[in-house]
């Protein structure tokens, strides 16, 4: 599966079943379902790489300072790009980890 794969996989009404939760989250966020998202990245939170999705969603939600808090989790330096772009990123780094296991 590539990044315009999985995008037009969020027009599904159900996700694929062999996701990873990071994809899984990423999938519920495109959906609108910002709470569902946030329930599979807490339930991670001790993982770095959800920590990335994790600030991710708190920037979208606009709680920037809790997005900042985990980007340091995650060991980077908070996203300027567009939401759009990073959402795309995430995925994008996600489908490959997902490809290489």
Not at 11 to 29: F, V
Not at 46 to 61: D, F, G, K, M, T
């Amino acid at each position: 599966m590539d990044l315009q794969e999985f995008t037009l996989s969020t027009t599904r009404t159900s996700p694929q079943s062999d996701l990873s939760p990071m994809l899984l989250a990423l999938w519920h966020l495109r959906k609108g379902d910002w709470d569902r998202a946030h329930a599979i990245v807490q339930e991670r939170e001790e993982e770095s790489s959800s920590a990335w999705v994790h600030a991710h969603l708190h920037r979208v939600e606009g709680d920037l300072s809790n997005a900042g808090y985990w980007y340091r989790r995650a060991g980077m330096k908070a996203a300027k790009t567009e939401l759009e772009e990073e959402w795309k990123a995430l995925v994008a780094h996600f489908l490959a980890k997902q490809g290489s296991q």
